[in-house]
């Protein structure tokens, strides 16, 4: 009783700006799973997963990515991110953080993260980040994406990724200049607009040196994957 007069008392004191600011500007929370998804391809079919979350007001957030490869109960790859989030314009964030790549089949790698995401013209929503690891080598991947809604429930989201790197690194089947791009078409139905099931095709090359590398090592350069799938956030 006597925290709630002492609770009551204080607020009391607080002055109706103060008060509006806490209303207008609560720690929020959410959790996307933009992808988790069985991929059929010439070989073992990978279990993919891309998912991000954040935590934070406004202005500020903590963010943290997942992007995982799984196949035949191996993970092939895990990149792993935790960046400081701090938006800069409207619909646009600028960010800094570390990502660390855990690649039990090869090697592990670290990097500094600094990225831009936001919502360009449009609609178009893009997601671009520079990394810099301690051996020098700068890698620059960029993410753009759309969605398009054919009905109340039906979307059609066609995206593009691609990567570029200063530097070989051949422990990783990686070289320099425009490694890869991948670009998928993916159609859901939002039984909620919090759950997605849906199903796609998706088209990833190699390039230059990142090609030269994997038919080396005996590895396709260019795959078309048809996809299936969930999306889920929270």
Do not use: C
């Not at 059929?40 to 279990?47: T, V």
């Not at 989030?85 to 855990?102: E, F, I, K, N, T």
């Not at 360009?120 to 301690?134: E, G, M, Q, R, T």
């Amino acid at each position: 009783m006597k925290k709630t007069l002492l609770a009551t008392f204080v607020a009391g004191l607080l002055p109706l700006s103060a008060h509006a600011a806490m209303e207008d500007d609560p720690t929020l929370v959410k959790v996307m799973i933009d992808q988790m998804e069985i991929r059929a391809m010439d070989g073992p079919d990978p279990f993919v997963v891309e998912a991000d979350a954040w935590i934070g007001k406004d202005l500020n957030k903590a963010w943290f990515k997942l992007d995982g490869e799984r196949v035949d109960g191996n993970w092939e790859a895990a990149n792993f991110e935790a960046r400081y989030s701090r938006a800069v314009a409207p619909y646009w964030d600028l960010q800094v953080g570390v990502r660390h790549d855990a690649k039990p089949a090869k090697e592990t790698r670290d990097w500094l993260a600094v990225g831009v995401r936001g919502l360009a013209p449009y609609f178009f929503d893009i997601d671009s980040s520079l990394y810099v690891n301690k051996d020098g080598r700068v890698g620059l991947n960029f993410q753009a994406e759309y969605e398009a809604m054919i009905t109340q429930k039906l979307v059609l989201a066609p995206e593009l990724s691609a990567d570029f790197f200063s530097k070989s690194d051949k422990a990783l089947d990686s070289g320099s200049g425009l490694a890869s791009t991948e670009i998928g078409l993916r159609l859901r139905y939002e039984i909620r607009r919090e759950f997605a099931p849906y199903v796609g095709i998706n088209w990833e090359k190699r390039y230059g040196q990142t090609a030269d590398l994997m038919e080396a090592a005996g590895e396709s350069t260019d795959d078309v994957q048809f996809v299936a799938g969930v999306r889920i956030w929270f």
